[in-house]
């Protein structure tokens, strides 16, 4: 695994609107949509259950992009995690938003959006306090270029083959986040 940094410190990939302006879909416990909030305010040590993705974008040759989370992140800065997540908007759908937040992201256009897991759920608090509490349908998706994403996001990125994503999970998962060791745990093929 060699990581690369952001090209463009500057980029903003289509990063409009500010993560003020964000609002997050919250759920019942079995998954019905019952309202929305700001994302500004929905990470806490309270964090109610809400709607997200995740998404591993994967080249022809089959290796994995991972990236390492900008350290200015509110929920565990600064680890290694799958290509990006983000949440769906009112109205769309977690396989729109993949679509959406991969330039805003990553810089990248993406095609042959693939849900792979898509009733996976997870809760997890991070070493301050901070809570993650989704439903949160994890995608495929295919590239054929190098990302460029922006710096609020990705502090690093690279291209690695699966068995050696799995092998280094397992070897240090305090590196990682904790929702890719549990979506490579539930998807035993990648």
């Known amino acids: 695994m060699t990581p690369q940094t952001p090209a463009h410190p500057q980029a903003s990939h289509g990063l409009t609107a500010s993560i003020d302006d964000e609002v997050v879909v919250l759920l019942d416990d079995d998954g019905t949509p019952i309202g929305t909030t700001p994302k500004a305010t929905v990470h806490t040590t309270a964090t109610p259950l809400h709607l997200a993705f995740s998404c ?14 900008a350290l200015t992140k509110k929920t565990w800065p600064g680890v290694w995690t799958n290509s990006f997540c983000g949440h769906p908007s009112p109205g769309e759908t977690p396989a ?16 042959d959006v693939t849900s792979v897991l898509p009733d996976f759920r997870y809760l997890a608090t991070d070493a301050s306090g901070v809570v993650e509490n989704e439903i949160c349908p994890v ?8 990302p460029d994403p922006s710096p609020d996001e990705v502090a690093e990125w690279a291209w690695v083959d699966p068995g050696e994503l799995r092998r280094a999970v397992a070897a240090a998962p305090f590196a990682f986040s904790p929702w890719l060791g549990w979506q490579l745990e539930a998807w035993p093929q990648h």
Request: aromatic share 6%; no cysteine.
């Open 56 to 69: 591993h974008v994967i080249r022809p040759d089959g290796r994995t992009l991972v990236t390492r989370r």
């Open 96 to 111: 729109a938003a993949v679509e959406r937040r991969a330039f805003q992201e990553l810089g990248i256009a993406v095609s």
């Open 139 to 146: 995608f495929t998706a295919t590239v054929s270029g190098d």
